[in-house]
C-alpha cells in the first residue's frame, strides 16, 4: 500500500511538471470543425463576459478553445484538482479552488461574484460526480444571477481514447484527431422569472447540450 501511495505521489509530481506541455502539444495538432461559433466570438471581442458550458467527459478541448479569454473556473481542492489548475493556470485561466460537490452554496456565489466581475465562467454542468451529461442548476443560475448569457457546447473526438471506468468516460482526443465542436446561440435568462420556470429553463438545456453533443458526434 505505501508503495502505491508513493507511486501515485510521483506520477503526480511529473503531471504538474509535464502535463501542461504534453496536453498543449496534443490540441494543436488536432483538426478543429467549429459550427456557429460566430455570435459568442463577437461578444468576447466586444468584452462581455459569458457562461460557457459542456460535459465533464469532454471538457478537454473547450478548455483549451478559451484559453487566454479572461475565464475563471471552479477546480477542486483534490490532488487531481491540482493537475488541472496547473494546466488552466498556464492557459491563463482565473482559477478558483472548492467544491460544487461540498458546499454547493459556497461556490455557486463565488462564481457569481467572479462573473459580476467580468470574467468569463467555464463550467463543467455535469460534474464533479455525475450522473453523467445532465445538467445541473448551476450554469443556468450562474447566467441568470449574474445577467449574462449562457452558451452551451457539443464536443467530440473522432478518434480518441476512452476511460471507460470513470464515471463521465472521460475523453482524450488521439493525436491529428478530427474534432468537431458545436456552440449554441447565446441563452438569455431573465431575472424575473420564477423558480419553476427557471426549472424548466434548466431541463431545456441540458436537452439541448445533448443535441449538440449528438450533432458533434455525427462525422459523415
Not at 488552466?88 to 479552488?97: G, S
Amino acid at each position: 500500500m505505501k508503495y502505491k501511495v508513493i507511486k501515485q505521489d510521483i506520477l503526480r509530481i511529473l503531471g504538474n511538471q509535464f502535463l501542461h506541455g504534453a496536453v498543449s502539444v496534443l490540441c494543436k495538432t488536432v483538426k478543429l470543425n467549429i459550427k456557429n461559433a460566430e455570435k459568442t466570438d463577437t461578444l468576447i471581442k466586444d468584452g462581455q463576459n459569458i457562461v460557457f458550458a459542456f460535459w465533464h467527459g469532454t471538457m478537454l478541448i473547450p478548455w483549451f478553445l478559451q484559453r487566454d479569454k479572461n475565464f475563471s473556473s471552479l477546480v477542486s481542492q483534490s490532488k487531481d484538482g491540482d493537475l488541472l489548475a496547473n494546466v488552466l493556470t498556464k492557459w491563463n485561466y482565473h482559477i478558483e479552488r472548492g467544491s460544487s460537490h461540498k458546499g454547493g452554496k459556497e461556490a455557486l456565489e463565488m462564481l457569481v461574484e467572479k462573473a459580476n466581475n467580468k470574467y468569463s465562467i467555464s463550467i463543467t454542468p455535469d460534474g464533479p460526480t455525475g450522473p453523467a451529461r445532465i445538467l445541473k442548476a448551476g450554469a443556468v443560475i450562474i447566467a441568470q444571477r449574474s445577467a449574462i448569457p449562457l452558451v452551451l457546447c457539443g464536443v467530440a473526438y473522432k478518434k480518441k481514447y476512452v476511460f471507460e471506468k470513470s464515471w463521465d468516460k472521460f475523453e482524450i482526443p488521439k493525436l491529428f484527431s478530427k474534432i468537431n465542436v458545436v456552440y449554441s446561440d447565446p441563452i438569455y435568462i431573465g431575472n424575473e422569472l420564477d423558480r419553476e420556470e427557471v426549472s424548466k429553463i434548466i431541463d431545456g438545456c441540458s436537452t439541448m447540450l445533448n443535441k449538440l453533443q449528438k450533432e458533434a458526434e455525427n462525422f459523415d
